[in-house]
């Protein structure tokens, strides 16, 4: 009978250790890889302001860990440039979230709507393949409307919309087709001129923190679906 209870007792025993060897006792802290040009860098905004940074805050908020996140992106950059920095300064390590925001520039420039789709598919593949694969890990944004802003004074505004809108359907098909979450701020960027002096910067093109705030909180609502743990039941 003794012997029946010591072998009971030690297999309790070691049944509670393994079980505390394999529950994590430290917070999953997530990693944010943010890929674009001057929307994501937060062109004439502080660093703190920028959409991805505003996009973490809001997840620690809600008692998400993300890690304070990698931004490739700069000011200028077409689809191309951004294929080229990331040839030239390859991403080695994988991404519990990506997020790809890709292409007023080629608009600006006039490049046609049929050159941006292989370089932005190009770009999503890449993406995905930063988020180890996981395409339900990646978020394409939609291109802001930059026509609407004082910038755009003196040009065809509604020109300036029609292709944006153009370039917006091409990512967002392509999107689709690859399986990946798609958050559409153009509306928001559409109503800036409501407050222009707060929802612009001084350069009267880009747009400023509290713009930004509200993009974040729309992407991390995506974002707290994709990463946050099921509800224990």
Known sequence: MYKLFLI????LTLQIKANSMTTPNDTTVFTYLALGDSYTIGEGVGENDRFPV???????????EVADPKIVAKTGWTTIELNDALNANPINETYDIVTLLIGVNDQYR???????????????????GYAGGK????????????G?????????????????????EANKAIA??????????????????????????SDGLHYSGQEMG?????????LKAMVAPPPAY
């Open 8 to 11: 009971c007792f030690l297999f």
């Open 54 to 64: 505003q996009t973490v805050k809001i997840l620690k908020n809600s008692g998400i």
């Open 110 to 128: 006039g490049f046609p709507v049929d050159s941006y789709k292989p370089w932005f598919t190009q770009l999503l593949e890449r993406a995905i």
């Open 135 to 146: 395409a339900s890990h990646v978020v394409v944004i939609s291109i802001p409307d930059w």
């Open 148 to 168: 609407v802003t004082p910038y755009a004074e003196g040009r065809d505004r509604d020109d300036i919309a029609g292709q944006i809108d153009q370039y917006n």
């Open 176 to 201: 689709k087709k690859h399986k990946v979450k798609y958050l559409d701020i153009t509306p928001d960027t559409r109503d800036v001129m409501q407050d222009p002096k707060g929802l612009i910067t």
């Open 214 to 222: 509200m993009w974040a909180a729309k992407l991390s609502i995506i």
